[in-house]
């Protein structure tokens, strides 16, 4: 049972333009939410984070929206550049030290 | 600084044979150390997590074993490889919230 899903597979938004990711997740005891930036034979890289006592967390162009009623979670980056192409993983967590994953989205930003 | 060291890179390796991937971390002491993996389709997948020398906690039944001799040194294992084993290989670590990524591993089994 998959409990964190993103269910969109890939996206591709145009350059300047703004890109929306979208996570959603089942289980109600999720309190922290993180999204990780992947690109190919890499490791992925911490992005952004929210705890569930907030419904907006904003770092530059990105911005974490998390709408708990709706157990929904979504990534904007605005304005999307070239090398945000990358793969976006949403995770959450209700141990200080054990995150799901969801199985990711392909973002390509283009030219 | 804190880092983490993972290698190999890339390892193509028969069916059957074994396997050991390592992973050390540097710069931090007593983190809690994980092996994902990443396969087509499937997301990151947890397959073993540890809090401490010698504690392991698997996550799913499978092909692997890990283990961590020393505090920041973690290692996967598999005394023989299957096919669906094939995948990236990432250890992170973390101390607090989120995690710190390995540049991960590459492992083709023929």
């Known amino acids: 049972d998959q409990q964190v899903k993103q269910n969109s597979p890939s996206l591709s938004v145009q350059e300047g333009r703004i890109s929306i990711l979208n996570c959603d997740y089942t289980n109600s005891m999720f309190d922290y939410f993180l999204w990780y930036k992947k690109y190919p034979a890499e490791g992925p890289t911490f992005l952004i984070s929210?705890?569930?006592?907030?419904d907006k967390n904003e770092d530059g162009r990105f911005t974490v929206f998390l709408n708990k009623s709706a157990k929904h979670l979504s990534l904007h980056i605005v304005p999307s550049q070239p090398g945000d192409s990358a793969v976006y993983f949403c995770a959450a967590s209700s141990l200080p030290y054990k995150y799901i994953f969801g199985t990711g989205t392909r973002l390509k930003v283009l030219a | 600084s804190q880092t983490i060291h993972q290698w190999p890179a890339t390892l193509v390796q028969p069916v059957g044979s074994p396997l050991s991937l390592e992973c050390t971390v540097e710069?931090?002491?007593?983190?809690?150390l994980y092996w994902y993996r990443q396969a087509a389709g499937r997301g990151l997948q947890l397959l073993f997590y540890?809090?401490?020398?010698?504690?392991i906690s698997s996550e799913v039944p499978q092909n692997l074993s890990a283990s961590r001799p020393q505090d920041r040194q973690f290692i996967l294992s598999s005394k023989k490889l299957l096919l669906s084993d094939s995948g990236f290989y990432l250890c992170?670590?973390?101390?607090?919230?989120?995690?710190?990524f390995g540049s991960g591993t590459r492992l083709t089994v023929v």
């Open positions: 710069g931090t002491s007593n983190p809690n």
């Open positions: 929210i705890s569930s006592i907030k």
């Open positions: 992170a670590w973390s101390v607090g919230s989120g995690y710190t």
């Open positions: 540890s809090v401490g020398i010698g504690q």
